[in-house]
């Protein structure tokens, strides 16, 4: 099974690359979304508690967005869970020729390290601010926390503009497709 992690910027349009990817019958995985699970369970929670003295996840995206330290100190709460996590849903899909494991954060949490391939999605700063829904300064608080589309596309296999149309996308997810068919 080949394992291949999806990411990119806020707003760049993972997701709907995974989407595509989901609609060609490839099973997806998604870290941030698994990682916001895990931290309701009470043991994390109660950790992360301990940390921040709250589990509002306004109040936490406002602290630790504004606190490199206190992103760190949370991450490492959260990242071997999604980790372990990540582990047995390869486990489970391991007869797949291959599967998609989507993160924004992929290279920054060392989860490249469990991929065998890395797709970056890309797309123009202003699109990715319209598509976040978040105001311009919390997106670019946000964004500072994260490496540039630069970074990442100097770290992957294959990089994908997403200013194209869905169907354009579509054409180039089915020829990543096939070549990870083969």
Request: hydrophobic letters at 40%; proline letters at 2%.
């Amino acid at each position: 099974m080949i394992r291949v992690g999806v990411t990119g910027g806020i707003g760049s349009g993972k997701s709907t690359v995974c989407q595509l990817f989901s609609e060609l019958g490839v099973p997806v995985y998604n870290c941030d979304s698994r990682g916001r699970e895990l931290m309701d369970e009470d043991g994390i929670r109660s950790r992360i508690f301990e940390l921040l003295g709250t589990n509002d996840r306004a109040e936490i995206a406002r602290k630790v967005f504004s606190n490199s330290e206190l992103l760190r100190k949370l991450e490492a709460i959260v990242h071997p869970a999604v980790v372990a996590d990540l582990e047995k849903w390869f486990e489970v899909h391991r007869e797949e020729k291959y599967v998609v494991a989507e993160s924004a954060i992929l290279f920054e949490s060392g989860f490249n390290s469990l991929m065998d391939s890395v797709l970056v999605v890309t797309a123009p700063l202003d699109v990715r601010i319209a598509r976040s829904g978040f105001e311009r300064d919390d997106f670019m608080r946000r964004v500072a926390s994260q490496m540039t589309d630069e970074e990442r596309a100097a770290k992957a296999d294959y990089v994908i503009d997403n200013s194209l149309t869905v169907n354009e996308l579509r054409a180039k997810i089915e020829v990543i497709d096939k070549l990870f068919r083969q």
